[in-house]
Nanobody, 124 residues
Framework: VQLVESGGGLVQSGGSLRLSCAAS????????MSWYRQAPGMERELVAA????????EYADSVKGRFTISRDNAKNTVYLQMNSLEPEDTAVYYC??????????????????WGQGTQVTVSS
C-alpha cells in the first residue's frame, strides 16, 4: 500500500490550495479515504472523509463550507479542495486509508496506512 500526497505549499489568508493523494496497492474503491491534519504540538485531527462511492462525506466543523473532499476511483486518487484558508489551517496534511472496507470512523486507530504528509502554511 502506498499513499502519496501532493499540492501543499504557502498561501496567504483567504487563498486556496488543492491537495491530492494518489493511492496504490489496494482496491481503492472499497475503502473510505480521509484527510487528517496535524499542527505542531497538536494531535492529528480529522479534516474530511469520503465513502467509497463518493456520495457520502464527513467534515470537521472547522472546515465545513470551506473545504471539499472528492475522489476519482478511476485514478485511485482522493482530493481536498481548500478555500478561504486561514492561518489556523496551517498543518501537515495526511491522507489515510481505513483498516476495514466500507467502514468509517473518525478515530485514528481505524486507519492502517498514511501518506508521508504535505505541509500547508497559511500566512496572515
Amino acid at each position: 500500500v502506498q499513499l502519496v500526497e501532493s499540492g501543499g505549499g504557502l498561501v496567504q489568508s483567504g487563498g486556496s490550495l488543492r491537495l491530492s493523494c494518489a493511492a496504490s496497492g489496494f482496491t481503492f474503491n472499497f475503502y473510505v479515504m480521509s484527510w487528517y491534519r496535524q499542527a505542531p504540538g497538536m494531535e492529528r485531527e480529522l479534516v474530511a472523509a469520503i465513502y467509497p462511492a463518493g456520495y457520502i462525506t464527513e467534515y470537521a466543523d472547522s472546515v465545513k463550507g470551506r473545504f471539499t473532499i472528492s475522489r476519482d476511483n478511476a485514478k485511485n486518487t482522493v482530493y481536498l479542495q481548500m478555500n478561504s484558508l486561514e492561518p489556523e489551517d496551517t498543518a501537515v496534511y495526511y491522507c489515510g486509508k481505513t483498516r476495514q472496507p466500507n467502514s468509517y470512523s473518525a478515530g485514528i486507530d481505524a486507519y492502517d496506512y498514511w501518506g508521508q504528509g504535505t505541509q500547508v502554511t497559511v500566512s496572515s
